[in-house]
């Protein structure tokens, strides 16, 4: 644990140094729209962009992960009920044979 606020600690002051020597003014134009600010700033609403477009892009297979273990998880319920359920048939059968 330790030693993750430690690593923690070092990104943070990492991007505050990065931050604070990229002060400089950069102007992002997409079709109509343009926008000023410090290049610094740029480059983190491009990381967030990028995170939240490949945590979107990674959803449907975790949805489908989760369903089919959901749905494994049940198969093996329900085996391991006719597993004893036939446990029992042979128990009694076995007892009931002179």
């Known amino acids: 644990m330790q030693v993750f606020l430690l690593v923690a600690l070092a990104v943070a002051l990492a991007a505050v140094m990065f931050a ?3 002060i ?3 102007t992002v134009t997409f079709l109509t729209w343009t926008y000023e ?3 610094a ?3 983190l609403v ?3 962009v990028g995170a939240l477009v490949s945590f979107l892009a990674s959803v449907p297979a975790l949805v ?3 369903l089919t273990a959901s749905s494994l998880k049940k198969r093996v319920a329900a085996l391991e009920a006719d597993l004893e359920g036939q446990r ?3 128990d009694a059968a076995r007892n009931s044979t002179p």
Request: hydrophobic content about 55%; overall charge positive; cysteine-free.
């Open 24 to 26: 400089v003014p950069v």
């Open 37 to 39: 600010g410090s290049l």
């Open 20 to 22: 604070l020597q990229n």
């Open 88 to 90: 029992l048939k042979l």
């Open 64 to 66: 489908k992960g989760r």
């Open 41 to 43: 700033l740029m480059l």
């Open 46 to 48: 491009a990381l967030v």
